[in-house]
Every structure is written in C-alpha cells, then in structure tokens.
C-alpha cells in the first residue's frame, strides 16, 4: 500500500510569481496555494494583531517524493526577494481522491 504525506510551506506572497512558474516546470501532479495571515520571524507593526500576509502552499504526494519537494521548496526560498518561510512534512493517513462519475 502506498503512503502519502503533505507538503506544506508557508512563504511570503510576494513571490508567488518565482514559485507558481517553479512549480509548473516540476512534475508535481497537484498544488494548492492559499493566501493566509500570520506572523514568524517577521512581524508587521502597523497591521492588526502584527499579521501580514503570505501563501500557504500544500501538496499532497507519496511520502517518498515529500523529502524531495520539501528541497526544492527550500531550494526556492534561498531565491525569494524577501525572506523564506518554513516548510513541514505531514503523514496523511488516508486519501481519497473523490471524483463525479459520468452519467
């Protein structure tokens, strides 16, 4: 049986562009990226709460492929205009990939 993990990386949103076109060009068969707010290292004084706002990214893989989007992810974050971000690996313990069935 295979088993699958969650790549999930939170990243400053200003380089959506850097990673979107990264992102197409590898053979990750599906992404989702959100935007979200929070605060890490940086945090914003002139905003509510000292949020600012990032993407979250997450991509459900097979856990032997998870290691290897995690670095390339972090690969990227060297390449961002504005710091990095963190990235995790989660265990999924099921998926189920829910489709409408053709009538």
């Known amino acids: 049986m295979m088993k699958y993990s969650k790549v999930v990386a939170i ?3 200003s380089d959506y562009g850097l990673l979107s076109e ?12 959100s935007r979200v707010e ?3 290292d940086y945090v914003n004084d002139f905003a ?3 949020f600012s706002e990032n993407m979250k990214i997450e991509i459900y893989t097979s856990s032997e492929q998870a290691e290897a989007i995690a670095q390339q992810l972090s690969e990227l974050a060297n390449a961002m205009t504005e710091g990095g971000g963190v990235i995790a690996i989660e265990p999924v313990s ?6 409408k069935l053709a009538t």
């Open 48 to 50: 509510a709460f000292g």
């Open 11 to 13: 990243m400053n949103i």
């Open 22 to 33: 990264a992102l197409k060009s590898s053979n990750i068969p599906g992404v989702t990226v």
């Open 38 to 40: 929070g605060y890490g």
């Open 94 to 99: 099921t998926l189920l990939n829910v489709r």
